[in-house]
């Protein structure tokens, strides 16, 4: 959890990149905050970084992180769901 958090706060410290998440998801900045409490909001959170390699790359260095540890980070939120 402490990985998708840190990935929310990155995408948020971005407009641009906030906006692109959001776009990507449906939500709005209005619904954001409770979107956050849903189980499946970081899962959310960590495929968006995941469908980018800029993006991805961006944010592993960053938080100095193995890009493959978002992609454990993600199957530990949701071990039943199958992301490829």
């Known amino acids: 959890m402490k990985i998708a958090v840190a990935a929310l706060g990155f995408l948020a410290e971005d ?19 409770a979107a956050a ?3 499946t909001f970081f899962v959310a959170v960590l495929e968006h970084l995941m469908s ?26 949701d071990p039943r769901s199958d992301f490829v």
């Open 15 to 33: 407009g641009e990149l906030l906006g692109a998440f959001l776009g990507a998801t449906g939500l709005g900045p209005e619904n954001l905050r």
């Open 52 to 77: 980018d390699d800029a993006l991805l790359l961006a944010f592993t260095e960053r938080e100095r992180l193995r890009p493959t540890l978002i992609a454990a980070a993600r199957h530990a939120l």
């Open 37 to 39: 409490e849903e189980p």
